[in-house]
């Protein structure tokens, strides 16, 4: 069965664009596993425009399933990863002037600042997952850092529509089969919703999918559980 790892970041958005306590993504990551979630994922940026280091400490003390740690390759981020050890810590690129994560992690041009980052991560015993696109040059370069996963970028394919999206699924299959030919788990996420979900859902080899802005939107309507619950069952369709 694949796993669901809700991202919470945008409950903290909500609440840092008043400045406030409310709502607290604490609250939304203990709802989200009432409605099934299967792990909890949150951002730390390096900016902290939306999760805290109080967020991440709090978390880190409640969640009941997985907490999945996305991070920079900056090392005062790593030192709070390797103190706080979450059950996964996801490596991602980071722009100060982007709105959410645009791409995958360049793991190529970055290999051996990458490399240092999951060599300390594992020093400390923490599993390493590299956010990356669907190509073999970036996949082949992932296993060569030592990363014991990676999660396939799916903006593009999220955006696509039609023959597009299914050539883009098609890129992700080829993606998977490389990713467990070199011995990476998949994991897949970014831009995922209750319409384009299911068929991603079919990629080979897949373990886990984080999703986040999709889940929160829906949650607006029918509350945080049912939003989860929603999704989960889509997924089990698919």
Known sequence: MIRLGVNVDHVATIRQARGGIEPDP?????????????????????????IQDRDVRLLRETVQTRLNLEMACEQSIIDIANEVKPEQVTLVPERREEITTEGGLNVLAEASKVEDAVRQLHD????????????????????????????????????????????????????????????????AGHGLNYVNTGLVCTLPHLDELNIGHSIVSRAVFVGLERAVREMKDLMGQG
């Open 124 to 187: 400390a015993g923490l599993p390493v997952s590299l956010f990356i696109d669907s190509t073999p040059e970036q996949i082949k370069a992932a296993a060569d850092t030592g990363a014991d996963f990676i999660e396939l970028h799916t903006g593009v394919y999220a955006e696509a529509r039609d023959g597009a999206q299914l050539q883009c699924f098609e890129e992700l299959k080829k993606g998977a089969l490389t990713a467990n030919e070199l011995g990476l788990g998949v994991n």
């Open 26 to 50: 604490v609250t939304a990551a203990a709802l989200s596993e009432l409605g099934g979630a299967d792990g909890i994922t949150i951002h730390l940026r390096e900016d902290r425009r939306h």
